[in-house]
């Protein structure tokens, strides 16, 4: 069953949203409007280039792991009073490079160090116990402390930056990892911009065009979008960017490794979100005010400025799926029972029982129209074989084709009978909505899941080999 209770979940949160309530775009669909130049292409990162395989000598280690605190660069010293960070550089890169603005996918090396007894954090010069390996991280999606200085740096720039607990983790840390009230030293070093997706920026609240809800959040239409109204019990996938009321990025689905804001209208926590969600169109853009501690429950994230009291949230609806009572004349009947409405034909060979299919789908129990499974809210389409599919999902398929769309309403005996599931009771009716992709049609992946798992098996195909040979 698809529920989102997300005033419970941001509560419990130690640096973000939870990783399972959003996703993004697969990054090849994003603009990639900062090309990497031939500059920026010869960078230090050479560690790339080489063997991992290979030991490295004494030299090399002194030379790559650079795990010493660097000491200030008094004549390009620079400190922002408002924050208490401070930086300097310690290298600098071509002034012919661009600055790195919000939205920007950065592969840099950073280390991390308490400042109190210069005690390593984290680090991405040390990998394996030896080789250095830089990390991507999205610019404008960093700890706030960071998201001061990272508008002054070029690719090639190496900063020291001193972090201020309060614009760092704060009173709370990171368990063991952190301790509360830790000031903190970063040695920051910019390799190249890998790409780029525009972030909306946070424009201003306009209390004449917005509507105020009971519980005193609100909410504001930017851009209408296109097709049908969500309505009630419609399935909504959000991409979202929230903001504390200074700017400050807090989180966004449109960064790295992010999953949508998915969920039924009417099921979400927070008024405001129920609220969006029931008037969304497809690429519709809204706008939501919330006061924190609505959301937060007093628990503030090392992400959020504990001095503002206001979060804005801009929704991009990336997906709408509005339930559509399958009580329709225009359905046609099969002799057991499945009542069917092709909305889309789709081109070519229809499915067959043995094809794999790559699917988009919304499942809703009948005929309370509770979605309890959709691929729509996840961000992110299925691609399997028809093995583990009910009756009535493989009944549907095989009257569309590549590009097709379906809605049926599939008996229970084509469902999952006197038994049920979670979410759906025994002897359950069950509406589908079902979109049949080309079997080669890129399939979003919010998580990187399938990059990861290409680098597993590539790595254990390497051990493998080495041990056969």
């Known amino acids: ?33 900062r090309p990497v130049t031939a500059d920026q292409d010869q960078d230090e990162d050479q560690d790339e280039e080489r063997d991992p395989r290979r030991e490295w000598t004494q030299e090399e280690r002194e030379a790559q792991l650079d795990l010493v605190i660097p000491k200030h660069d008094e004549a390009s010293y620079q400190k922002d009073e408002a924050s208490g960070v401070a930086w300097s550089w310690l290298k600098r890169g071509p002034e012919t490079g661009e600055k790195l603005l919000v939205g920007d996918k950065v592969r840099a090396h950073m280390t991390v160090w308490i400042a109190a007894d210069g005690s390593e954090v984290s680090t991405s010069r040390r990998r394996d116990g030896r080789s250095p390996r830089p990390e991507v991280f999205d610019s404008g999606a960093f700890v706030r402390g960071l998201n001061v200085v990272t508008p002054h740096l070029r690719p090639g720039d190496k900063v020291r930056i001193d972090l201020p607990a309060k614009a760092a983790f704060g009173e709370k840390g990171i368990r063991n990892r952190i301790p509360p009230d830790a000031d903190l030293i970063y040695a920051l070093q910019i390799l190249r911009v890998e790409g780029h997706v525009d972030v909306p920026p946070l424009g201003p609240w306009d209390d004449a065009r917005a509507t105020v809800l009971e519980d ?27 903001r504390d009321e200074k700017g400050n990025i807090i989180d966004s689905s449109l960064f790295s490794l992010k999953a949508p804001l ?8 927070p008024a405001f979100l129920n609220a969006i969600a029931k008037i969304a169109r497809t690429d519709g853009h809204y706008r939501g005010r919330v006061e924190r501690e609505a959301l937060f429950k007093g ?42 409405l092709i909305i889309r034909p789709g081109e070519g060979e229809k499915v067959k029982p043995e094809d794999r299919v790559h699917i988009h789908y919304a499942y809703w129990t009948l005929p309370d ?10 961000g992110v389409t299925n691609n399997f074989k028809q093995v583990g599919l009910t009756p009535g999902m493989r009944q549907a398929l095989a009257k569309i084709a590549p590009g097709g769309m379906i809605r049926a309403r599939i008996p229970a005996s084509l469902a999952w009978g006197a038994a049920g599931r979670v ?17 080669d049609a890129p399939r ?3 998580r990187g899941q399938r990059a990861r798992k290409r680098q597993r098996g590539n790595e254990d195909g390497e051990k493998k080999g080495a041990k056969d040979r």
Do not use: W
């Open 423 to 439: 979410g759906v009771p025994g002897n359950t009716d069950i509406l589908l909505q079902v979109e049949l992709f080309p079997q």
């Open 262 to 269: 998915g969920g039924q209208a009417g099921r979400f926590g």
């Open 444 to 446: 979003e992946d919010p």
């Open 299 to 340: 628990e503030v994230s090392a992400m959020v400025d504990p001095d503002c009291k206001i979060l804005y949230f801009d929704l991009l609806a990336r997906e709408v799926v509005p339930f559509v009572h399958a009580d329709d004349a225009r359905m046609e009947k099969t002799a057991n029972g499945l009542e069917y």
């Open 1 to 33: 069953m698809i529920r989102l209770a997300l005033t419970s979940c941001l509560a419990a949160l130690a640096l973000a949203f939870a990783p399972d309530l959003f996703a993004q775009n697969d990054p090849t669909t994003r603009p990639d409007s």
């Open 216 to 242: 005193g959040s609100a909410y504001m239409i930017l851009a209408d979008g296109k097709g049908a109204i969500a309505g009630d019990k419609a399935g909504v996938a959000f991409d979202y960017v929230m």
């Open 369 to 378: 129209g509770q979605l309890f499974d959709s691929s729509y809210t996840r």
